[in-house]
């Protein structure tokens, strides 16, 4: 089951530029899309969200965009810090199942100083 | 900041045997989740659970799994007869908010290896 895919497997990045995480979907059904944010030995924390009325969602440093005719979203950070380095998950949900996530297989970021 | 706990949170056992994960989530959360991370592969949704019932759940989650809300904290999961595939990452989660609001948040996780 691929409805959502991360191709990228892991990203490195300079502190202080910009990462940019891509995810892709495949079921025109989702509504809601989600970032999560995985530490070792953690669970998922939720970053960001954005729903599919709208194509463009800030908080701080982090901003996640919408192109839902290419169903396409894209997490940006700016400026990555060290502390960002983890494994971020992109999710998507219906409406009529919220809390059933179908998560990404992940990108490993790693900010180096 | 309020958290959801999981105990244990590694748990070694014998193939065929019982084993219970547990939860406590979020006390003023009303929605609760089971999720798995299979090493390697994707976190995948098992259960929900609200007003102590089940609201839906996977494919995955066979008569061998079973949960329960057996008292106004605890959240737990039963998988009956382990198999050695159901070696993974267990994660719990639970939010509150309406029928379609609220993001979910996870424990850090119980890692069941069944030899």
């Known amino acids: 089951d691929q409805q959502v895919k991360q191709n990228s497997p892991s990203l490195s990045v300079q502190e202080g530029r910009i990462s940019i995480l891509n995810c892709d979907y495949t079921?025109?059904?989702?509504?809601?899309f989600l970032w999560y944010k995985k530490y070792p030995a953690e669970g998922p924390t939720f970053l960001i969200s954005i729903s599919s009325i709208k194509d463009k969602n800030e908080d701080g440093r982090f901003t996640v965009f919408l192109n839902k005719s290419a169903k396409h979203l894209s997490l940006h950070i700016v400026p990555s810090q060290p502390g960002d380095s983890a494994v971020y998950f992109c999710a998507a949900v219906t409406t009529d199942s919220w809390g059933k996530l179908q998560f990404g297989a992940g990108t490993q970021v790693v900010v180096t100083p | 900041e309020p958290e959801v706990t999981q105990t244990p949170s590694h748990q070694v056992t014998q193939m065929g045997q019982e084993v219970i994960l547990r939860c406590v989530p979020i006390s003023n959360h009303l929605y609760f989740y089971w999720y798995r991370q299979i090493l390697g592969q994707k976190v995948e949704f098992l259960v929900s659970?609200?007003?102590?019932?089940?609201?839906?759940k996977s494919e995955i989650f066979d008569d061998q799994f079973s949960v329960e809300r057996p008292d106004g904290s605890n959240f737990t999961l039963k998988i009956r007869s382990t198999k050695l595939e159901d070696s993974a990452m267990y994660f719990c989660?639970?939010?509150?908010?309406?029928?379609?609001?609220?993001?979910?948040?996870f424990g850090e996780g119980s890692r069941l290896t069944v030899l």
């Open positions: 079921n025109s059904m989702f509504d809601y």
């Open positions: 989660a639970s939010r509150w908010g309406t029928l379609n609001t609220g993001e979910l948040f």
């Open positions: 659970f609200y007003n102590n019932e089940i609201s839906e």
